[in-house]
T-cell receptor
Framework: SQQGEEDPQALSIQEGENATMNCSYK?????LQWYRQNSGRGLVHLIL?????REKHSGRLRVTLDTSKKSSSLLITASRAADTASYFC??????????FGAGTTVTVRA | EAGVTQFPSHSVIEKGQTVTLRCDPI?????LYWYRRVMGKEIKFLLH????????ESGMPNNRFLAERTGGTYSTLKVQPAELEDSGVYFC?????????????FGAGSRLTVL
């Protein structure tokens, strides 16, 4: 069954604007990760946040994690055309595998 | 460093035929995973190898799917006989970590179309 679920499914923004997407999950986790997939390419790891962390930054990315609500958000600031991609959250638990959602498709308009 | 390589990038076959997908992980990565994404839905876990052993194959849909990892290096995923619902993108990923924060490196995927 699906663990992570991203919202919204699709997002269209103007270059320079911020993009925010959310992820909800169902079971307890050790960490939560965000990946990006550009069309026709593999998924690329963006950022990891552990269950005992609440916020993390990496460049123009900001991730929050609320374990009480079982949710996370990914904020991309000052978006660029190159940020056009699908974004997936993935949860890691006690097992080795990661569980992914269906992704949020982000389109950045020039 | 070479990344995760998958072959073929796209395969079109007829229902009932057989297809074999190949994945070459990053050298030295003991963990190898297969995932599948069907029709824009979630990326679903298929199975996980640690070296040549199947650690978790709970996501394999049925016995038409067979995964192997010869000598703990490259892996193959065979679908025989293929059905229409097998169409999708099959991703392979590898990692070094055995537990905790396990960051995966993905290949570009093999798109399978079953007609």
């Amino acid at each position: 069954s699906q663990q992570g679920e991203e919202d919204p499914q699709a997002l269209s923004i103007q270059e320079g604007e911020n993009a925010t997407m959310n992820c909800s999950y169902k079971t307890s986790i050790n960490n939560l990760q965000w990946y990006r997939q550009n069309s026709g390419r593999g998924l690329v790891h963006l950022i990891l946040i552990r269950s005992n962390e609440r916020e993390k930054h990496s460049g123009r990315l900001r991730v929050t994690l609320d374990t009480s609500k079982k949710s996370s958000s990914l904020l991309i600031t000052a978006s660029r055309a190159a940020d056009t991609a699908s974004y997936f959250c993935a949860t890691g638990g006690s097992e080795y595998k990661l569980s992914f959602g269906a992704g949020t498709t982000v389109t950045v308009r020039a | 460093e070479a990344g995760v390589t998958q072959f073929p990038s796209h395969s079109v076959i007829e229902k009932g035929q057989t297809v074999t997908l190949r994945c070459d992980p990053i050298s030295g990565h003991d963990n190898l995973y297969w995932y599948r994404r069907v029709m824009g839905k979630e990326i679903k876990f298929l199975l996980h190898f640690v070296k040549e052993s199947k650690q978790d194959e709970s996501g394999m849909p049925n016995n038409r799917f067979l995964a192997e990892r010869t000598g703990g290096t490259y892996s193959t995923l065979k679908v025989q006989p293929a059905e229409l619902e097998d169409s999708g993108v099959y991703f392979c990923a590898s990692s070094q970590a055995k537990s905790g924060a396990n960051v995966l490196t993905f290949g570009a995927g093999s798109r399978l179309t079953v007609l």
